[in-house]
């Protein structure tokens, strides 16, 4: 599981960069989790995580100065803590993606805060790559640019070491000893968190009349797995 680990965090640090460098929409929650779930083996769960990830920061884009909470940081660690911690207790619950979610939630945030630090970090290089362009020095432009790039990665790596080191060994023991009043709200969660998504990307969309036209077709379908008993 450790070298798992390493390999998760070099390949969510890589994908990550993604952030600040070419904007290639890989670090997107809907691309990044289900490439964790990939190399761990299981893309299904992967991709359920992303999808609802991805809803649930839709209107959060970095335009202009804004910095919006780290996405990314969260996808891959919740797949991660999910896949690796189902794989030691035999299977991928709902409950188990549910919880790992509202684990990696918050570490989003606290890495939106860090994200603020680096780039105020890196504005400090950008003058100096300013200074060298003055006298030419292409050299030294090539270095600053590189420095801001591997200090970012540097710590994408690092922190999601870091977590996934913490979280995952933690979550193997904590969860069977969760009580069954806390896994059937878990497995709520599992079913809440879509919803909530979808009001975010509504929300973020603005389309005239799309809230009671989505009720609508939520309840037809709530009713018809309530009717072949899908739950």
Known sequence: MFIKII????????????????????????????VIGIILGNPYAGLIIGAMLEL??????????????????AAALAASLAILAG????????????????LAIP???????????????????SDQALEAAKALDLCAIERKTYLGLARIFIFYVVFLF???FIFVPA?????????????????????????LGIAVALHTIKLRGAIPV?????????AAMEYFHVF
């Open 214 to 222: 989505f009720c609508a077709i939520f309840l037809v379908v709530a």
């Open 171 to 195: 979550l193997i023991w904590i969860y069977p000893q969760i009580p069954a009043e806390i896994r059937a709200m878990l497995y709520m969660t599992y079913y809440f968190l879509p919803l």
């Open 162 to 164: 870091i977590l996934q």
């Open 56 to 73: 649930f920061w839709m209107d959060r884009s970095p335009i202009g100065i804004y910095i919006p909470p780290n996405d990314s940081i």
């Open 87 to 102: 794989q030691s207790l035999g299977a991928v619950t709902k409950e188990l993606t549910a919880l790992s979610i509202l």
């Open 7 to 34: 390999i998760i965090s070099l390949f969510g640090g890589l994908l990550c960069l993604d952030r600040v460098f070419i904007q290639a929409m890989v670090s997107r929650p809907i691309v990044i989790a289900p």
């Open 107 to 125: 570490f989003g945030i606290l890495a939106k805060k860090i994200d603020v630090k680096i780039t105020e970090s890196n504005n400090r290089l």
